[in-house]
């Protein structure tokens, strides 16, 4: 597979990156969360995660970052035990820039009982589409495995909603993801993420492993 003309700089491809921006979260109940985003992001599409819980029957229905509008690109919805879980993956339809903190909003059709949400930034992506998706419901340890193309990356997350203060413990293919973040500081729910970039096309094997097994879920973007 040859890399297009955009990612090729004196002969070579220029892979695409990410780096894990920041996170914050809400135990509180409400239809929309505005979230402080802290960082810096020059001009640069943005991956977004985010995880809730509320009704089987709600929705994600935006995700705002910086007065910029996002596309849904992984939905994952559903739980070992109950199925009012929801975490979902949105991408930037337009590149964004924020000097030391921004908003995120996050609005679904229903009331949620508590809502966590993180920002990774894209750099030299082809195309803001990804190249594989995967998402996990069941199960722990999680595998939302990836494949992801010659220079591509990959960001993963994780939630465990039931108030048990879950912690999560990532591996994956060598070379391997690391986490980025595990917080558990909203009414003990927990959202933890972690990536990586990967010169070589492969099979990522990836691996979460909560601490409490009573409702945890995952997802990957593999991203080119």
């Known amino acids: ?75 994952v919805i559903g739980g070992a035990v109950s199925t009012d879980n929801h975490l979902t993956f949105w991408v930037t339809d337009a590149p964004v820039s924020f000097s030391g903190s921004t908003t995120l909003s996050v609005t679904f059709s229903g009331n949620q009982g508590r809502c966590g949400a993180c920002c990774y930034e894209l750099s030299n992506e082809e195309s803001t589409t990804p190249t594989d998706t995967n998402g996990i419901l069941t199960g722990n340890p999680q595998s939302p495995s990836v494949t992801v193309q010659d220079g591509g ?43 990586g970039d990967f010169e070589t096309g492969q099979f990522v094997n990836v691996v979460a492993n909560s601490s409490n097994d009573s409702i945890p879920f995952s997802g990957s973007v593999a991203m080119l």
């Open 1 to 75: 597979m040859f890399p297009s003309l955009a990612k090729v700089a004196g002969g070579a491809a220029i892979p695409t990156t990410q780096r894990f921006v920041g996170f914050d979260s809400d135990g509180g109940s409400n239809t929309t969360y505005n979230f402080t985003i802290s960082g810096n992001v020059d001009n640069k599409n943005c991956v977004i995660a985010t995880a809730a819980r509320g009704s089987s029957n709600d929705t994600t229905d935006s995700v705002v970052i910086a007065g910029q509008s996002c596309s849904l690109i992984n939905d």
């Open 153 to 195: 990356c990959v960001i993963s997350a994780a939630t465990e909603l039931s108030s048990q203060n879950a912690s999560y413990d990532w591996t994956a293919s060598d070379p391997p993801i690391l986490e980025d973040f595990d917080d558990n500081s909203w009414g003990g729910r927990t959202l933890s993420g972690a990536s």
